[in-house]
């Protein structure tokens, strides 16, 4: 029977963390009474809506504080479950999405990915928000959540490749005390 092995302890730990944080953005609106939290927007690096979260529960609260301060939270680029806005953008969740999944992939099989990839996994999303910023090209929530993806997937990889660099690096070896 073939079971799967586990590449790196700091590895399985960063799929671990993914994965819970992704969870916690995806059910934090449904901790949220129905219909309660319908625009958030503000804008990025500001708690514009703190006054909205006071009376949440402790997770709700922590997660969407966060969303707060580092999303722009606009509405008609954001996903809403429960009648409720998700706390970050459809681009934000498309990132957390391949941050999991390219984590969960590189947690079971080592992978490495060439650092210039990374830069053609990237394009996509800076083609489709850096042309959204300069003109007046709208783009969709779904490019978003795509793009957003594309952009975690490769990114979580980059970081298992200097993981897997760092473990076999001999003078990471040498510097480890002896047993």
């Avoid at 992704?22 to 958030?40: E, G, H, K, Q, R």
């Avoid at 947690?107 to 060439?114: A, D, N, Q, S």
Wanted: charged share 15%; glycine share 8%.
């Amino acid at each position: 029977m073939f079971r799967p092995k586990i590449t790196s302890a700091a590895i399985f730990l960063m799929f671990a963390l993914t994965s819970v944080w992704l969870l916690l953005v995806i059910v934090a609106p449904m901790l949220v009474p129905n219909n309660t939290l319908t625009d958030l927007s503000g804008r990025v690096g500001f708690h514009d809506n703190e006054a909205l979260f006071s009376q949440l529960d402790p997770i709700p609260h922590a997660v969407y504080w966060i969303g707060d301060g580092e999303c722009h939270q606009l509405a008609d680029r954001s996903y809403f479950i429960n009648g409720n806005q998700m706390p970050f953008c459809a681009r934000d969740l498309g990132l957390f999405i391949g941050l999991a999944i390219g984590s969960g992939i590189v947690t079971f099989y080592r992978y490495k990915i060439h650092p210039a990839l990374v830069l053609i996994g990237l394009v996509p999303l800076a083609l489709d928000g850096g042309v959204q910023l300069l003109t007046d090209y709208e783009s969709n929530n779904t490019l978003r959540m795509i793009t957003g993806f594309i952009a975690g997937l490769v990114l979580a990889l980059l970081l298992a490749h200097f993981m897997f660099a760092l473990q076999e690096d001999p003078s990471h070896e040498e510097s480890k005390p002896s047993q």
